[in-house]
């Protein structure tokens, strides 16, 4: 399956528009209920971000004319990009995610070192005890600068394990 | 005045900590510059969370410092590498890379981080004398002027930051919507929190910024081929006979150096426009001798000397109107207001110590930019052999640590992934992804005066165009738009015109 500009292009048309209705949709539930979606300009917190609205609802109004109407075929098609190309992307961003999630609950320690080795197996590399060396190293460096230095506290998760420099 | 200006941040720049800061920051600066696919920005980006737990001047010491290292680093990959580390690079390597293939690699670094120093030096006795004299014309301005220059500075980047007029303007346009989420400070309502507490100051600037940049980055890099190679570099060694070599060139210095404070001083334009122009410049007035395109020193010192002359100009509007310059400066300026100061007049006049402590760190960032540059380069070559594995994880463990310690909450890291989600939506499509940093940080201000304009007018949105500043300002703006879209229309035809005659 291909990816091209085309379907990128109505993808962040939908961002957009999701925006935009996120934000008729609290002007007219959130701030009419709280009484500022009215009156004159220290009143009417709601005028300055409809007016925003309205303009990227014309921007992208005229970028999709842009799109159909004016821009050459070649620019249409271009940006290609197949399912596989993304597999490394979407493998790291999910990763990613599930570390993010899991760092408050299992703590920096136990989830950033996993990180790290996996990001570089994803990336290629194959030499498991040198990437394990470096994961650990990373990570250790780096609660030890954060800890040590700029008084940050690490998240210690259910285990509360954090080491005390 | 200059010298009261100059003295009163003596105490403040005079310590261990922001001296040491600042070298560091240069150190930094030069790596993230040197590293295909970091710069400036992303340095100040993945270290603001770092920065803002800091005394002030340290803290801006520590980030101007990455700016002025990050905008020379660049040079150092293109001209071993032929790969610019950063956009600001990319005219370096006509003349830098068939230099190192001379066997003139060590004169070229050398030649080129030179020229970066000098030129942020003469960068900054301009920033040191225009930006009071800039601050004291702004200090009659009224809510109508500010709300007219903060559109101006939103236009001027959102139409030259690259791609689509109207990509440009919608991405500004999000970074001001972005801006409005939390509470409103005139009517005290919520706006777009949906009850939770988390947003009710809307989402931290650092998180989406590290977000929209920094984690998007790393998803475009984890997608090249050239994740497990070790570039071949030799080692280079400039020495202090660089500093003659440069000084051999002192006209193209300072006629690069000033076109670099001209169009660093003009928000939108920035180091990369500056650095081309100049290269041009120097290209047109040499000796045919000189043979520019092939090894020409000259090359090397009109480029670097602009893009570095850039960063003193473009700190010009960013300390003396609130106004940043580009992205970097608008960070920049984002760190200054986390720490609790206002760049415009009212700091230059109700805390000059503040203003005089990040003029030295600025000079002292050059100094020590030449010093670390020459000394420390062999190290940054080993640098440029690491491959990108390792740097991909390194580079999003920093993000999440850093976006993390902000305020110890998993929300903002939740908002990080957001924005990087949409950062790479935005990148996959060409939308610009600076005018929306800017609309985050101009957004307030110009929601705020816009606000109060129309609070003290008598005759509506009239008072834009009743005062004179402002209807300037009006003016500018008006053409700004104009020349987009006839901007837009030509490239748009010339395009096509490509195309038909392609095919």
Redo the contacts between chains.
Sequence with gaps: MVIN?KF??W??TA??AV?IA??FQ?IAT??TE???ASG???????A??RS??I??MI??A??IF?DQF???N??KES?LHTIR??R??AM??II??V??GL??FLG?HLT?TP??FI??L????RSIIKLLF??IL??FS?AFI?EEF??????GGIFSFNIPW | MLLESLTAGFDLFFTPLAIGLTFIGILIGLLVGALPGLGPLMGIILLLPVAISLPPIAAMGFLIAIFVGGSCGGSISAILLRIPGTPLAAATLFDGYPMAQNGRASDAIGIAITSSAIGGLIGGIVLIIGSPILARFASGFAPPEYAMLAITGLFAIAIISGGSLFKGLTSGCLGLLLATIGTDEFSTGYRFTFDSYHMLNGFHIVAVVVGLFAVSEMALQIMGRDLLKIPDVKVARPGFRSIFLTLRHWKNLLRSSSIGVFFGALPGAGGVISSFTSYAIAKAWSKPEEKYGEGAEGGVVSVESANNATVGGTLVPTLALGIPGDASSAMLLGALLILGFIPGPILFEQQPEIVSGLFMVYMASNVFLLIAGLLVTPLFVYVLRIPKFYLIPIVLLLCSIGTFALQASVFDLMVMLGFGLVGILFRATNYPLSPIVIGLILGPVLENNLRRALLISQDGYWIFVERPVSAVLVTINIALVIGGIWYALRKMHIKRTGNDSGA
Excluded: E, H, W
Aim: hydrophobic fraction near 60%; proline fraction near 5%; charged fraction near 5%.
């Design positions: 500009a990128l292009n993808l962040v961002f957009f925006i996120i934000v609290q959130s701030m709280q009484g500022i004159g300009p220290y009143n009417n917190g709601a300055y971000p925003i609205s303009a990227i921007l992208v005229g970028q842009v004016i821009a050459s070649a620019q940006n190309d993304l490394r992307p790291l961003l990613f995610a570390y993010l760092l408050k920096y950033t990180l790290i990001i570089m994803i990336c290629g590399a470096v994961a990373v990570a780096f954060f700029l008084s940050v506290v690490l998240p």
